[in-house]
C-alpha cells in the first residue's frame, strides 16, 4: 500500500490538488477494511505524509507594532521620561518642567537625553538629529545607583559599570526606535511560527537564532520579507 501512496502524494503535488481531492484520493488507495476510517483521520494520514514529502516553506511578515512594546513586553535596566504634547512616549510621562523633574527624583547613576524626530513618522535616539526644526529633545533614559549595583551584583560602581550601563541604554532605546518606526517581524515555517522580533537588519532580529532553518534560507525569506 505504501508505494501506492507515495505515488498518489507525488501526482497530486505535481497537479497542485487540494487538500479535498488528496483526501480523496487517499480513500479511494485505502484497502477494502480502511475505507470505513473516519475522513479525519484519513485526512490526518494524507497530511501527515505530504508534509514528510514537502519542504515547509519559510514566510517571515511585519508584526503590528500593537502586538509587542518593548518597554511594555521586556524587562529594561533604564526607566524611560518623555514629555511630548502630541505623543505619549517611554515608560513615564511626567507633569511640569523636565528639568524640576530631574533636580527632584535624581541623581542617577546615568542619565541620557532622548531626542525625537518627528517628519513623516517618528524615530528616537540618545544623539541629536542634524535637522533642529523637525526634532529636539523629549527625554531621558536613567538608571539610579541602586538598579545598576542590583543589575550587576556589587555593592561598589565604577566607570566599567558605568560604560556598560550606557552599553545596555542605547540598545533599549535602539530597540524602542525599532518598535517606533515599525520594524517588528514574526516568521511561519511549516508547523512553527513565532512573532515580536525587532530590528532594522536581520541580524538584529534574533530571527537567525530562533528559526531551525539553514541560514541561507532565512536570509533568503528576508530578503523577500512580507510588509
Not at 40 to 46: G, M, P, Q
Not at 49 to 56: D, G, R
Not at 134 to 152: L, M, N, P, T, Y
Not at 153 to 163: D, E, I, P, Y
Amino acid at each position: 500500500m505504501s508505494n501506492r501512496l507515495e505515488e498518489t502524494v507525488a501526482r497530486l503535488l505535481a497537479s497542485g490538488g487540494s487538500e479535498d481531492i488528496l483526501v480523496a484520493e487517499f480513500a479511494q488507495d485505502l484497502p477494502l477494511e480502511l475505507v470505513e476510517a473516519s475522513m479525519d483521520e484519513i485526512a490526518s494520514a494524507a497530511m501527515t505524509i505530504k508534509k514528510t514529502v514537502t519542504e515547509p516553506v519559510l514566510v517571515i511578515r511585519r508584526d503590528d507594532p500593537v502586538n509587542i512594546d518593548p518597554r511594555r513586553d521586556w524587562d529594561n535596566l533604564g526607566t524611560m521620561f518623555c514629555w511630548h504634547r502630541r505623543y505619549v512616549l517611554g515608560d513615564h510621562q511626567p507633569s511640569g518642567d523636565s528639568g524640576l523633574w530631574i533636580r527632584e527624583y535624581g541623581p542617577f547613576f546615568v542619565q541620557m537625553p532622548l531626542y525625537l524626530y518627528d517628519h513623516g513618522g517618528i524615530t528616537m535616539s540618545t544623539r541629536p538629529f542634524a535637522c533642529g526644526w523637525d526634532s529636539g529633545q523629549v527625554g531621558w533614559i536613567v538608571v539610579k545607583a541602586e538598579d545598576a549595583r542590583r543589575e550587576f551584583g556589587v555593592k561598589a560602581l565604577n566607570q566599567h559599570h558605568r560604560r556598560k550601563v550606557i552599553e545596555i541604554l542605547r540598545h533599549e532605546v535602539r530597540a524602542y526606535d525599532w518598535y517606533l518606526t515599525g520594524q517588528c517581524w514574526g516568521y511561519e515555517y511549516g508547523d512553527d511560527s513565532c512573532w515580536g522580533f525587532l530590528g532594522e537588519k536581520l541580524e538584529d532580529t534574533g530571527l537567525l537564532e530562533a528559526i531551525d532553518a539553514p541560514r541561507e534560507v532565512i536570509e533568503a525569506a528576508w530578503e523577500e520579507r512580507y510588509g
